[in-house]
């Protein structure tokens, strides 16, 4: 079949935004969900082909690694003829589907409205909501938090306001709007491995060295679900601060 890298604008036309897959073909897994228009869907082949792109990218070096074994990435288009606000519904569904994406960001709205179990949805909505006492910041553990502990999985590694971060008296892990964890922070330091031996390195961000808190605390918070007034919807930063 003949390799396909651009749409001719009649097809753009009828494409408007769209939702597309990359899959591997050599094992048939989805490795990348995104959105877009015109095409938008082949970017990330030019980007891997690209001296000056970026070497870190799981993506990239995945398509990198496809077109080593002389094969080809295939891209599906899930959904098109989609305004751009159904289309980011779509993605962040899709993102929900397929574990172990290289996607960086989850989807928009997965932090308060991703896949849950019944329970959680019971637990979620029933909960009574925390009033918070102290300066709180809380982290949204959704993926990481069924890939390793809890404690590595809320402090390992954020794009966060270091001076803002240390100000905090309790960092609160959340799921899906439920805190779930309570750590206290001695020391945050840039991600590196150096910093956290076993860790990858994670340019520009940040991590903290702490324990959990005393069960006083954690009792006051844990078990209580996230006040609406600290959940904008559609919101994808998973970090926030109650102060």
């Known amino acids: 079949m003949q390799s396909i890298e ?6 753009i036309q009828e494409l408007k935004t769209y939702v597309y897959r990359l899959i591997d073909p050599r094992n048939g897994e ?8 015109s095409n938008r869907i082949f970017a990330h082949i030019r980007a891997a082909h690209d001296l000056g792109g970026d070497a870190t990218s799981n993506k990239l070096k995945r398509i990198r690694d496809i077109h080593v074994a002389g094969l080809e990435v295939a891209h ?9 606000e159904i ?25 308060d409205f991703g896949v849950m179990h019944i329970h959680e949805i019971m637990q979620r909505y029933c909960a009574e909501p925390a009033v918070f006492a102290h300066k709180a910041l809380l982290i949204s553990v959704n993926r990481s938090a069924l890939e390793t502990s809890l404690y590595e999985a809320t402090r390992f590694a ?16 959340t799921r899906y709007g439920l805190i779930v964890g309570a750590f206290i922070a001695f020391k945050w330091l840039p991600a590196t491995t150096d910093h956290f031996p076993g860790r990858e390195d994670a340019p520009g961000r940040f991590a903290f060295i702490g324990e959990e808190a005393n069960p006083d605390l954690a009792t006051r918070y844990v078990g209580k679900r996230v006040p609406d007034s600290y959940r904008k919807r559609g919101a994808a930063n998973p970090i926030k601060y109650t102060w």
Do not use: C, M, S
């Not at 989805?30 to 228009?37: A, C, E, L, S």
């Not at 599906?76 to 751009?84: A, E, F, M, N, P």
């Not at 589907?97 to 996607?103: I, K």
């Open 6 to 11: 651009a749409f001719p604008p009649e097809v």
């Open 158 to 173: 954020w794009k966060i306001n270091k001076r803002k971060a240390e100000q905090a008296d309790v960092i609160l892990a």
């Open 87 to 111: 289309a980011t519904e779509v993605e962040a569904a899709l993102i929900d589907a397929y574990p172990g994406l290289t996607n960086i960001a989850g989807g928009v709205g997965n932090n």
């Open 30 to 37: 989805t490795f990348y969900v995104g959105k877009g228009r």
């Open 76 to 84: 599906v288009i899930h959904r098109h003829g989609l305004t751009d």
